[in-house]
């Protein structure tokens, strides 16, 4: 046995005394043991008095404190035993808009419903008319505002919808808007085409018309320009039918874009059922998916994305049927719908308590819905999601030690740093990423 010490391995980033929470697996489960004896933690595979190395981005090595090999490290962070997490996903936002929707809040707390609004004019297509009207720079810094609301919490990865501008040339400038933020703020941003949210004013009653539209110069533009990752659509009595989301799937795939759809919210159509059936990576809402949409899903893989937010905003009272995505093994992902209608919601952490206390899910669940199954709903699972060797270093430190502090208090926002790929950084100090002040 040779008794030459190992050489020093250079690393950018080092974290030591960190409870890590990888999300990976249950480690802390005694085999055959109790399964609520005080020591245990389902599912969240906690490391105490962890480290976590980070080269190049990526996690290099990750382990217990007291294992850990020889680094040299350009900087070193002592975590003070306090929870690290992967940087948290919100897997589904609305965020870039123009103009707000507080009159149709009282008009719903009046009694309109918010179908009806939806139908005299309202709705998703008041926000569209507001949207037009803003130029891309205004956008943008509403957009950022919002942006650094999520990223104050810790998130690092953030999908972005299109959808409320419902022509080439809005639609277009939202999803820049989108890109844009990606690019210049310290943030992970995916994009999703929604041209078809709603039926604009000018294609009243004409909704296969329109799709003409979408899934013609609509959808050229954004391949043409490489705007989306993915496209969506919101199948619904309101919206689309399951045949013209159909046409857009059809659509979309020879270009390479994942499908998302928003189904199941206010009606069951089937929606969740067609979009597994086409490999969609999620279906979004589902407050009223039946057995036959959850086996759909359940074969294809594809992500339930639950949304407590407009599911408290609109006051509905059908809950998604989790445990039927349970029995069937169907991953649950949580987000905000951060939009400005049914789901002005610009708190992730909120999310997750809505979703223990509405939906029932338990605090595993929740923050699995966050990281890495959000993460899975958004196709990136192989990058980030969870904390493993080999992923990219996003990062959230927390001034907690248990992982249920993170949902089972609200208004309190006890994130203490937000790294990614290592670097500790905050939306909105791009030129300056540094110590918060
Ligand atoms: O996810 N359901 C459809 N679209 C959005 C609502 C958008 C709006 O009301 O402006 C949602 O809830
Ligand atoms: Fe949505």
């Known amino acids: 046995m040779s008794s030459n010490p190992q050489p020093s391995q250079p690393v950018d980033h080092l974290f030591r005394h960190a409870r890590l929470a990888t999300l990976v697996a249950d480690d802390t489960r005694p085999s055959n043991g109790p399964s609520n004896g005080p020591s245990y933690r389902p599912g969240y595979g906690l490391i105490d008095d962890g480290a976590l190395a980070v080269r190049d981005g990526r996690i290099v090595w990750l382990g217990s404190d007291a294992t850990l090999p020889r680094f040299t490290a350009r900087q070193e962070t002592d975590c003070q035993g306090q929870l690290l997490t992967p940087g948290l996903i919100d897997c589904h936002t609305h965020l870039v808009w123009g103009g707000d929707r507080f009159q149709e809040f009282e008009m719903r707390l009046e009694g309109v419903a918010y179908e009806e609004i939806a139908r005299r004019g309202g709705g998703i297509v008041s926000t569209v008319r507001a949207t037009r009207q803003a130029s891309e720079q205004a956008l943008y810094e509403a957009a ?20 409320y501008g419902l022509d080439v040339a809005s639609e277009c400038r939202l999803l820049r808007v989108a890109r844009r933020l990606g690019e210049q703020q310290p943030v992970r941003v995916r994009t999703t085409f929604l041209g078809a949210h709603a039926v604009p004013p000018e294609f009243a009653g004409r909704a296969d018309d329109y799709m003409d539209l979408v899934v013609g110069d609509m959808l050229e533009a954004v391949v043409d320009e490489g705007l989306a990752d993915a496209v969506d659509a919101f199948c619904e009595g309101i919206a689309f039918s399951p045949s013209q989301v159909e ?37 979004d809402h589902l407050e009223y998916l039946d057995e036959a949409g959850v086996e759909a899903m359940a074969a294809a893989g594809s992500v ?122 905050w939306v909105g100090e791009a030129d300056a990423p540094g110590e918060r002040p």
Request: hydrophobic share 45%; aromatic share 4%.
């Open 304 to 425: 339930a994305v639950l949304l407590p937010g407009a599911f408290h905003f609109l006051r509905e009272t059908q809950r998604p049927p989790v445990e039927l995505l349970r029995r069937h093994g169907v991953p649950i992902a949580l987000a905000t719908d951060l939009n400005p209608g049914s789901s002005p919601l610009y708190s992730l952490l909120t999310a997750l308590n809505l979703g223990c206390l509405l939906f029932n899910l338990t605090p595993t669940e929740a923050l699995l819905g966050v990281t890495r199954h959000a993460a899975q709903a958004l196709g990136l699972d192989d990058e980030i999601g969870s904390l493993e060797v080999g992923k990219r270093a996003d990062l959230a430190l927390w001034g907690v030690t248990e992982p249920a502090a993170l949902m089972g208090q609200l208004g309190f926002n006890p994130c203490r740093g937000r790294y990614l790929d290592g670097r500790l950084c």
């Open 247 to 283: 046409r857009l799937f059809l659509a979309a795939k020879p270009h390479g874009l994942q499908l998302k759809l928003h189904a199941e919210q206010l009606s069951n159509l089937g929606g969740s059922a067609l979009a597994a059936r086409h490999g969609a990576l999620s279906a």
């Open 144 to 163: 950022l505002e919002r942006l650094r609301c999520l990223s104050a919490e810790g998130v690092t990865t953030v999908e972005i919808k299109s959808g």
